[in-house]
């Protein structure tokens, strides 16, 4: 492997929409649902829930994705592993791709825990993984893209500019 094979691009944006547009423009560039994960509030646009169908009452269930009681449509049904997690000290969120199996194991119980303690499994500096923790708290909802080159993260990092991504970072894998 090069040194550049386990890259990934960090980006916030502020609401669902551009984020389904970000995911749909990956998408079109050949990007593979299993390289992007997306984290956000389980409650979304002033304390709308985005979470459960009727008769679904625990978030547990939701963890093994869509079939297990998840609504989620358009380009977020698309992504890989989605899931609802309720996080200590963060509250109820929803996440899809790489970064949902972190958060659903060790990730969130580590010393770090939660967004943060997945974010630094990913590679993020432990810092950098507390700011967009922070962020998606505040209701922004964080995107990730692996890109196995360098080639693909500047095509990545582009997509994301374009779809109105805020505070866009690239990383080394762990």
Known sequence: M???????VYGLYASRLQ??????ALRAAGYR?????VVFPGELDGGQSVGHEKGTKSPEGAATGAGAGLV?????????????????GV???IAAGPIMALLAGAGAGGALGG?????VGLGVPEYEAKRYEERVREGKIL????????????KAKKIMESTGAQDISSKDEA
Do not use: F, T, Y
């Not at 984020?19 to 749909?24: F, G, I, K, P, S």
């Not at 649902?33 to 994960?37: A, P």
């Open 2 to 8: 090069h040194e550049d094979d386990k890259i990934a």
């Open 19 to 24: 984020a389904e547009e970000a995911v749909d």
């Open 33 to 37: 649902n299993s390289d992007i994960s």
């Open 72 to 88: 989620i449509g358009g380009a977020l049904g698309w992504l890989a592993g989605i899931g609802m997690l309720a996080i200590p």
């Open 91 to 93: 509250g109820p969120l």
């Open 115 to 119: 967004v943060a303690g997945a974010l």
């Open 143 to 154: 995107l990730s893209v692996h890109a196995d080159n360098s080639d693909w993260r500047d």
